[in-house]
């Protein structure tokens, strides 16, 4: 079998993928990259709407565009890349003390091992499907993710079909409604189980408002009906969280989109012995983006699920420029706890340390104007940032300069918790 | 076209049937009305072989189960379909349930059942630890096992065709006429086939034939079992499939660790009117996971990846109805073919083989018959160094197309190449889509590779065949 050593190696050459890998190679370190597809830049590729790079560039760009820039980076540095390539198998080397090993199968290069000290986890996210929701009733055609109705429309330039219903009003759907009906199909109505929108509010506006789509806030699918292709659904409202039956009401549509969430995509990690956060289901990671195993870090929607494409590039630099000290042995530095104090849903990473500045994303789980971002250490308040407004769907962000620590940094043990007030 | 034999019903039993008769100089042609073969029952139930013990041996469809049972490890070596004799329990968590259990084991005793056991808590505690720790004691049948369905009619199918076979798709029977001394059977799109011997092996619809040719008159009662699939990371994985004591008709819920790593619960058991009606209801989900929560408590609803019904064709008399027909010339009805027809499907081979001799068809076993099939690899199943050497010789082996279930390029190439061209046949062959995404990521690669080995276009292109179309229109129009 044919080996391939390099210093790391950086699987999924999406945003997170090439921002990281750039970030490591920049360094002197041979850095490769493993890609399924035959092109660098994963889902962002199909993203063909913009709004991507208002914090990266300073501009606007399509999702093609946004990867265009990465990839021609990639191109003109160093990094190896596999395109084409999968990695089926990651493990700890039973020759060498601290190496890592990755199968990789490709119809381009056969099958191949990569050996690389460190290892970059940035595989993304997948959505979540009809199953996951137990949506009841038949199971005709006409049914998929919208994401896989984006990659239709938006790559191989087929339309799925033409009366449309979305469940879930994540960003993808959003975008979905807008872009069908750019496409001439009519999108009859989005339907929502929570009593907010599960998209950011730009896209709201952006995609349905504009095009007087239909949203129903706490509005469930209580039946799919149709025998070979999907004919119409039964919506229920919801009254207090029962569905209320009495006023539900039949939508005919021939196509039936999802967007209702996306999870981190963690197969091989769990399979590499990597341990999850339950809550997310990406890795928990220490302050430098550290798995539980030595050597392999994780950044962008493989860790956790970001709103911006921006925040990726910036979270997968950081994970980068800690793999390179962790090559140079220069990692270091004492890990403490953070904690998701009231109304945080999660906070990653969920380690902080006291050698450098700290930056923190976490998601609300509540929906507030006029909110507080709290961080304390016991009694003492560390750092409050107010929010005009805060919701599931907006992710926060939080940096904690060095200096911010200090008035803790002698106590032994000290936990973060940061909390929304 | 003149036939000898025509089957009508690719299903496990048509299947089982057809490659059976494939052993003899006879000219046999299998039909079905839908897109693929196993698109019925076949499709939709939960993959068991069962053990032997349910039903008292006085019923037919005992008598099968238990020979259909002893037959299922020859029929591998030959054929390769995914099955494993994992064992069966009955858990029982009170002494009455126990007293059934007993009631159970003596009637598994007297039908033969090889190695059924009766177990104390700790025994069945040992063998099967993900029990809830308030079983008090259950039954263990080492020889019940599990089958992926689909696959296993597949190979069935293959091998019959392989053996000079015919098989007809999208054939949906309407008419039947006895002319000198053959039936012509028309389809409802004008095609016609003749045969002197006709077997009605049409499950659900076995009552509608049945009426087509003017044989017996009765009536196939659809019950309604709703599954639930878990992913493969579930904690709640068993080692044996999981019965709880029955009650009434159905044999109950059970928890299925399904051959290819995933698992499920279910059926449920409900009768309905309509026979397409597959539908599934949040009220059977919340009935099935809180009944086999008390079984293994660590089965949870969140790893529901997806759901399924299937319909059991069942007679009023539980039993199955196998035999020549008193009513019309050369008919064998194969109907009521319920659970355990899965297990009992190779026993059915042979038992309807023997009905034709009844009727004077003469058979004479071929001299060249080859009971085995080419056996496709699966990536899934190989270690690396296999795979190094298989990708060499075939580099869509390299290409991951299921990143879920592991599926190469080269394994629905083959699944295409033999005839499985919409996407549920594919995803059945070669479980493409069968996983966590089901399909979020793989769909459109699969559509791609259907087009360019048939030749379908975009629009042709289907979920299962008739109007199940995928794709409506091209963006900017069809230039």
């Known amino acids: 079998m044919k080996e391939y050593i390099f210093d790391c190696v950086v699987i999924g050459g999406g945003a997170a993928g090439m921002a990281a890998a750039l970030e490591v190679e920049k360094s002197g370190f041979d850095t490769a990259i493993v890609e399924r597809e035959e092109h660098l830049g994963g889902i962002l590729l199909q993203c063909i709407h913009n709004g991507f790079g208002l914090h990266e560039f300073k501009e606007e760009l399509t999702g093609p565009e946004y990867a265009e820039r990465f990839a021609e980076r990639v191109q003109a540095s160093s990094v190896k890349v596999f395109l084409e390539s999968t990695v089926m198998e990651l493990s700890e080397s039973g020759e060498a003390a601290g190496m890592h090993e990755l199968h990789c199968y490709s119809s381009v290069y056969g099958v191949f091992l990569l050996k690389a000290r460190s290892v970059i986890l940035s595989m993304g996210c997948r959505e979540r499907n009809r199953g996951n929701i137990g949506i009841p009733g038949s199971r005709p055609s006409g049914i998929m993710t919208a994401g896989l109705a984006q990659r239709l429309v938006n790559i191989d330039g087929y339309i799925p079909g033409e009366q449309i219903v979305i469940i879930g009003s994540g960003d993808i759907g959003l975008i979905m409604a807008r872009r069908m009906t750019w496409a001439g199909c009519k999108v009859h109505a989005v339907i929502e189980i929570q009593p907010y929108p599960s998209g950011i509010t730009r896209n709201i506006v952006q995609c349905l408002e504009d095009f007087d789509i239909p949203l129903y806030l706490s509005h469930v699918v209580s039946e799919i009906r149709g025998k070979d292709r999907i004919e119409s659904i039964r919506v229920t409202p919801l009254k207090n969280g029962i569905q209320d039956e009495e006023n539900s009401f039949e939508i005919k549509c021939d196509t039936l989109l999802l967007s209702v969430g996306l999870v981190p995509e963690n197969e091989l990690s769990r399979k590499a012995g990597i341990e999850l956060s339950p809550q997310i289901n990406g890795p928990l990671v220490d302050s430098f983006l550290m798995t539980n195993k030595k050597g392999i870090f994780a950044c962008g929607n493989v860790l956790h699920v970001h709103d911006l494409v921006d925040y990726v590039s910036r979270e997968s630099r950081s994970a980068g420029s800690n793999v390179v000290k962790y090559l140079n042995s220069t990692l270091t530095g004492v890990q403490n706890k953070v904690k998701a104090g009231a109304n945080v849903r999660y906070v990653v990473p969920q380690k902080f340390n006291f050698q450098g500045d700290n930056q923190f994303y976490m998601r609300s789980m509540i929906v507030k104007n006029g909110a507080k971002v709290e961080v304390r250490a016991g009694n003492i308040i560390i750092k409050t940032v107010n929010h005009n407004h805060v919701q599931p769907s907006e992710m926060i962000s939080i940096s904690i300069k060095k200096e911010e620590l200090e008035k803790i940094s002698g106590i032994p043990d000290q936990q973060l918790e940061i909390s929304i007030i | 076209m003149k036939y000898d034999i025509a089957i009508i019903g690719a299903g496990v039993s048509g299947a089982s049937i057809a490659r ?347 001299k060249n018959w080859d009971p085995f099939i080419d056996k496709v690899p699966r990536m899934r199943n190989l270690s690396h160094y296999e795979s190094e050497k298989i990708v060499k010789e075939n580099p869509q082996y390299g290409n991951i197309i299921c990143r879920c279930e592991k599926v190469s390029e080269a394994e629905i190439v083959e699944a295409v190449k033999r005839g499985h061209s919409t996407l549920d046949g594919v995803k059945f062959f070669t479980r493409t889509g069968m996983g966590r995404c089901q399909g979020g990521f793989c769909t459109y690669k699969t559509i791609k590779i259907i087009m360019r080995e048939t030749g379908l276009s975009y629009n042709q292109v289907t979920k299962r065949g008739r109007n199940s179309k995928v794709l409506m229109r091209k963006l900017g129009g069809d230039s």
């Open chain 2, 20 to 366: 059976k008769l494939s052993q003899y100089n006879l000219k046999t042609i299998l039909i079905e009305k839908e897109a693929d073969v196993s698109f019925g029952t076949s499709k939709a139930n939960s993959g068991i072989v069962h053990a032997g013990f349910h039903t008292s041996w006085k019923y037919l469809k005992s008598r099968l189960e238990i020979q259909g049972n002893l037959m299922f490890d020859g029929l591998q070596r030959e054929l390769g379909f995914p099955f494993r004799r994992c064992g069966i329990i009955v858990a029982a968590f009170s002494e009455e349930e126990l007293k059934h259990v007993q009631e159970l084991y003596r009637q598994g005793v007297e039908n033969g059942v090889i190695g059924i056991e009766i177990c104390s808590r700790e025994r069945i505690l040992d063998i099967e630890p993900k029990l809830n720790p308030d079983v008090i004691g259950g039954l263990h049948a080492p020889n019940g096992g599990i089958i992926e369905p689909y696959r296993f009619v597949f190979s069935l199918v293959e091998s019959a065709l392989k053996n000079g076979v015919e098989l007809f798709l999208n054939f949906k029977v309407e008419k039947a006429v006895r002319s000198r001394g053959t039936w012509m059977i028309s389809s409802d799109d004008g095609q016609i086939v003749e045969a002197d011997y006709v077997i009605n092996a049409a499950g659900l619809y076995a009552d509608s034939i049945s009426a087509i040719f003017n044989a017996e008159l009765f009536k196939i009662i659809p019950r309604k079992g709703e599954e639930y699939l878990l992913d493969r990371m579930s904690p709640a994985y068993p080692n044996k499939v999981i019965f709880p004591v029955p009650s009434g008709k159905s044999k109950g819920t059970l928890i299925i660790p399904t051959v290819e790593g995933t698992m499920m619960v279910g059926p449920t058991a409900e009768e309905v009117e309509d026979k397409e009606d597959t539908s599934t209801s949040t009220e059977q989900l919340n009935r099935i996971f809180d009944f086999s929560r008390r079984i293994i408590p660590s089965i949870s609803e969140r790893d529901i990846i997806t759901s399924f019904a299937g319909l059991r064709p069942a007679l009023e008399s539980g039993d199955f109805y196998i035999d020549v027909s008193q009513k019309a010339e050369n008919f064998i009805q194969v109907a009521g073919i319920q659970s355990p027809g899965l297990t009992a499907a190779p026993a059915i081979g042979d038992y309807v083989k023997d009905l034709l001799k009844k009727l004077d068809c003469s058979l004479i076993e071929k």
